[in-house]
């Protein structure tokens, strides 16, 4: 019986993903520590530590056929010990010559973070892959919409054109960003964890360096500078990072939310046939994709905050911080990859209504362009002056139903300097959108 939704038979789908519980299971996490003991071994045979005999045998033996998970629950409910029930199952299943060997001279961190730092590395290979599809169904939007005006806003009230690519672009820069974050941060996360009782590893005199060289080298990850067991800040960097993703996507999510509204509709999310918006009212089309994203990412910031409390440790082991990572990072992995799956969807089938745009530009009567008409009128009487011009004549036209060119030439003020026809060239559109085209191509060429 599961209690996480994202182990749940009905509503799994909606906040994990299949790769996420392949990686990140109790099955998947009890064979993955068994292999990270299996590789110690080995490191510690290569080093002169233990028999090669005896690292063999451990080899064969931890497979995940072989150890029971109920017997392994059953250990670990006798003994207190977070892995002492793994190991006492394993020996079990070994031939007595190998059997002193298992976990020889380790510690429950070095098997745990160890294994932590290999689900960074692997969330982090399905964030890259879902975090470069997703920029580049951005990037496919800025292009095609690179000069297509729609209404931008400020204070979610309309304030300037600008060509629905320069928002699209803005999403693909920020999502490229991330990935570049993920792979500068790498080097610092993926890691080993070998450490021994309290981080000096003592326990193997002097062939420790030599031993923790072999034991990354073989499990595929980088040499620490020093042991991290009070040192968290890797891990809450990583989920740090999966939360500015998520929540981008989130923001993401918002502005296609607020855009399909009916009032705007200016973009709908893509319709799957069969999907229905509401139970009592039939004619619905809901933005569940959209809303789900932002309550992915809600659940994810609150994951990173955990971990930024699991970096408060105390002396040289404190599992108070340390074991509540083992419900944060796992979780925010999962939620994480659940929302670029989502994402990828959203915008890769995101429809943009380029008529809904102009019409909702046009309904505004010229308000919208009062910032060009400014900029014109100040090269005649200075920035400020023309500001309260404007500003005055926008004000009295919303109050009395005039258009904004009416508004401006019923102003005595403004016939000496401006003509309609001047109003009217500020207008122009193309000329509006400023450098936004500009900037979708800057963006565009810097994803490559």
Same mark, same amino acid.
């Given at each position: 019986?599961?209690?996480?939704?994202?182990?749940?038979?009905?509503?799994?789908?909606?906040?994990?993903?299949?790769?996420?519980? !392949?990686?990140?299971?109790?099955?998947?996490?009890?064979?993955?520590?068994?292999?990270?003991?299996?590789?110690?071994?080995?490191?510690?045979?290569?080093?002169?530590?233990?028999?090669?005999?005896?690292?063999? %045998?451990?080899?064969?033996? +931890?497979?995940?056929?072989?150890?029971?998970?109920?017997?392994?629950?059953?250990?670990?409910?006798?003994?207190?010990? %977070?892995?002492?029930?793994?190991?006492?199952?394993?020996?079990?299943?070994?031939?007595?010559? +190998?059997?002193?060997?298992?976990?020889?001279?380790?510690?429950?961190?070095?098997?745990?973070?160890?294994?932590?730092?290999?689900?960074?590395?692997?969330?982090?290979?399905?964030?890259?892959?879902?975090?470069?599809?997703?920029?580049?169904?951005?990037?496919?939007? +800025?292009?095609?919409?690179?000069?297509?005006?729609?209404?931008?806003?400020?204070?979610?009230?309309?304030?300037?054109?600008?060509?629905?690519?320069?928002?699209?672009?803005?999403?693909?820069?920020?999502?490229?960003?991330?990935?570049?974050?993920?792979?500068?941060?790498?080097?610092?996360?993926?890691?080993?964890?070998?450490?021994? +009782?309290?981080?000096?590893?003592?326990?193997?005199?002097?062939?420790?360096?030599?031993?923790?060289?072999?034991?990354?080298?073989?499990?595929?990850?980088?040499?620490?500078?020093?042991?991290?067991?009070?040192?968290?800040?890797?891990?809450?960097?990583?989920?740090?990072?999966?939360?500015?993703?998520?929540?981008?996507?989130?923001?993401?999510?918002?502005?296609?939310?607020?855009?399909?509204?009916?009032?705007?509709?200016?973009?709908?999310?893509?319709?799957?046939?069969?999907?229905?918006? !509401?139970?009592?009212?039939?004619?619905?089309?809901?933005?569940?994709? %959209?809303?789900?994203?932002?309550?992915?990412?809600?659940?994810?910031?609150?994951?990173?905050?955990?971990?930024?409390?699991?970096?408060?440790?105390?002396?040289?082991?404190?599992?108070?911080?340390?074991?509540?990572?083992?419900?944060?990072?796992?979780?925010?992995?999962?939620?994480?990859? !659940?929302?670029?799956?989502?994402?990828?969807?959203?915008?890769?089938?995101?429809?943009?209504?380029?008529?809904?745009?102009?019409?909702?530009?046009?309904?505004?009567?010229?308000?919208?362009?009062?910032?060009?008409?400014?900029?014109?009128?100040?090269?005649?009487?200075?920035?400020?002056?023309?500001?309260?011009?404007?500003?005055?004549?926008?004000?009295?036209?919303?109050?009395?139903?005039?258009?904004?060119?009416?508004?401006?030439?019923?102003?005595?003020?403004?016939?000496?300097?401006?003509?309609?026809?001047?109003?009217?060239?500020?207008?122009?559109?193309?000329?509006?959108?400023?450098?936004?085209?500009?900037?979708?191509?800057?963006?565009?060429?810097?994803?490559?």
């Amino acid at each position: 019986m599961s209690i996480h939704l994202g182990d749940s038979v009905v509503y799994g789908h909606l906040w994990s993903t299949e790769e996420a519980r !392949s990686l990140l299971g109790e099955e998947a996490r009890f064979q993955a520590w068994l292999d990270i003991l299996a590789t110690l071994a080995e490191a510690q045979a290569e080093v002169g530590l233990i028999p090669a005999e005896a690292a063999g %045998s451990i080899r064969d033996h +931890a497979t995940e056929s072989e150890v029971d998970l109920d017997r392994i629950a059953a250990e670990t409910r006798a003994t207190g010990h %977070s892995t002492l029930g793994l190991i006492r199952v394993l020996r079990a299943t070994l031939p007595a010559s +190998a059997r002193e060997w298992v976990y020889y001279g380790a510690t429950v961190q070095d098997l745990t973070d160890t294994w932590t730092a290999t689900v960074m590395r692997s969330v982090g290979d399905l964030l890259e892959r879902d975090l470069a599809r997703l920029e580049a169904a951005a990037l496919v939007l +800025a292009r095609e919409h690179r000069t297509t005006p729609m209404m931008g806003r400020t204070h979610a009230q309309p304030g300037l054109p600008i060509p629905f690519g320069f928002k699209a672009a803005v999403w693909a820069a920020e999502l490229g960003r991330h990935r570049r974050r993920l792979a500068d941060g790498r080097s610092r996360w993926e890691v080993v964890q070998l450490g021994g +009782a309290l981080g000096t590893l003592e326990f193997w005199g002097d062939r420790a360096l030599d031993l923790m060289d072999a034991f990354a080298r073989r499990m595929g990850l980088g040499v620490p500078s020093i042991p991290w067991i009070t040192s968290r800040d890797g891990p809450a960097e990583f989920v740090h990072l999966l939360a500015m993703a998520a929540t981008t996507i989130a923001k993401i999510g918002n502005e296609i939310m607020e855009l399909q509204r009916l009032e705007i509709g200016e973009v709908r999310e893509p319709f799957i046939e069969g999907t229905v918006g !509401s139970i009592t009212m039939p004619q619905k089309r809901n933005p569940e994709l %959209s809303e789900h994203l932002d309550t992915l990412a809600r659940l994810v910031r609150a994951d990173a905050a955990v971990m930024a409390e699991a970096m408060v440790q105390l002396h040289e082991r404190d599992g108070r911080a340390w074991k509540a990572e083992w419900i944060a990072l796992p979780e925010a992995a999962a939620l994480t990859l !659940s929302a670029t799956r989502y994402a990828v969807m959203l915008v890769e089938g995101l429809e943009a209504d380029e008529e809904r745009m102009r019409a909702n530009i046009d309904a505004r009567r010229g308000f919208v362009f009062a910032e060009p008409v400014m900029r014109l009128l100040a090269d005649r009487v200075g920035k400020h002056t023309a500001h309260d011009i404007v500003y005055e004549a926008a004000m009295r036209g919303v109050g009395e139903g005039l258009s904004f060119a009416e508004a401006l030439m019923s102003d005595q003020r403004v016939p000496a300097h401006l003509s309609r026809s001047d109003i009217e060239e500020a207008a122009d559109l193309d000329r509006v959108m400023g450098a936004g085209p500009l900037f979708v191509d800057r963006v565009i060429e810097a994803a490559g």
